[in-house]
């Protein structure tokens, strides 16, 4: 059954709405995470899903068998205590195997159940080359939203596509009439599948100004200078193969004939 279990329903004030799904170095479930733990946000409700997941088989642990575990999609709250804007945050697993846009439907029935204006998604765009400090580019639905985030310095790429429910999300939102934004942090190609915290970083310091929300980062910080390192040393170890299978040694090379 479709659905959405609440756990309890605060009295939010002008609450905005962050949603989270895995993706290409993972930015935005680091990001949205992060936001959630720093925050200390409560549990507010789940998503039922078993109607978007099909699974594949079960986990043996110590040679006993665990039942059946559908990826969970949980909101969770914060309230800001007449500070600012209070916040709603989602989180999910997986994306969806299927009714992608039934279940962005859904999320999004739980924002406006309170009376959410504004919902932001997270993701990555992927470049060539590994930035030391990732720029962040922007989607919006609206042209007073994107003169919004040009102000926080967001860069304004023009056009391109936005894979997954980090995508749709948008969509669903601009034809509910709720604004929508899109935050993504420059992600190298050659290491997509690796957690990227500098891009991560980088998304969540604009969101974080965006939201007027003061959080420490020092920790994200730190986890992300670990994996600079590790990104680096792939780039290189990636330039020494190229060179070694697609370049030759001038003196392996063979002479050119002359012309009598």
């Known amino acids: 059954m479709k659905s959405v279990k609440f756990y309890r329903k605060?009295?939010?004030?002008?609450?905005?709405?962050?949603?989270?799904?895995?993706?290409?170095?993972?930015?935005?479930?680091?990001?949205?995470?992060?936001?959630?733990?720093?925050?200390?946000?409560?549990?507010?409700?789940?998503?039922?899903?078993?109607?978007?997941?099909?699974?594949?088989?079960?986990?043996?642990?110590?040679?006993?068998?665990?039942?059946?575990?559908?990826?969970?999609?949980?909101?969770?709250?914060?309230?800001?205590?007449?500070?600012?804007?209070?916040?709603?945050?989602?989180?999910?697993?997986?994306?969806?195997?299927?009714?992608?846009?039934?279940?962005?439907?859904?999320?999004?029935?739980?924002?406006?159940?309170?009376?959410?204006k504004r919902v932001y998604t997270l993701a990555a765009a992927l470049t060539e080359y590994h930035p030391d400090q990732p720029r962040v580019l922007g989607a919006a639905s609206s042209p007073e939203l994107l003169e919004e985030l040009r102000k926080f310095g967001v860069v304004l790429a023009g056009d391109f596509f936005i894979?997954?429910?980090?995508?749709?999300?948008?969509?669903?939102?601009?034809?509910r009439g709720v604004e929508a934004v899109c935050l993504l942090g420059e992600t190298v190609k050659y290491a997509a599948k690796m957690a990227n915290p500098r891009a991560a970083l980088s998304v969540l310091t604009v969101l974080t100004e965006l939201l007027g929300v003061e959080i420490d980062m020092a920790?994200?910080?730190?986890?992300?200078?670990?994996t600079?390192?590790?990104?680096?040393?792939?780039?290189?170890?990636?330039?020494?193969?190229?060179?070694?299978?697609?370049?030759?040694?001038?003196?392996?090379r063979e002479e050119p004939e002359e012309n009598g």
Do not use: H
């Open 10 to 116: 605060p009295e939010l004030v002008n609450p905005c709405m962050v949603t989270a799904w895995p993706g290409v170095g993972n930015v935005a479930l680091i990001a949205a995470t992060y936001l959630k733990d720093k925050l200390k946000a409560e549990e507010l409700g789940e998503i039922n899903p078993s109607g978007f997941f099909d699974l594949g088989g079960i986990f043996v642990k110590d040679n006993l068998v665990e039942t059946p575990k559908f990826p969970e999609g949980k909101f969770f709250y914060w309230d800001s205590e007449g500070e600012g804007k209070d916040l709603i945050l989602f989180l999910a697993e997986a994306q969806p195997a299927f009714g992608s846009y039934e279940y962005a439907n859904m999320v999004l029935d739980v924002a406006q159940k309170f009376e959410v």
């Open 163 to 175: 894979a997954g429910l980090n995508g749709l999300l948008l969509g669903v939102a601009a034809e």
């Open 219 to 226: 920790e994200l910080e730190e986890f992300a200078e670990g």
């Open 228 to 252: 600079d390192k590790q990104i680096r040393q792939l780039g290189n170890e990636m330039k020494k193969e190229f060179l070694q299978n697609f370049t030759r040694p001038i003196w392996e």
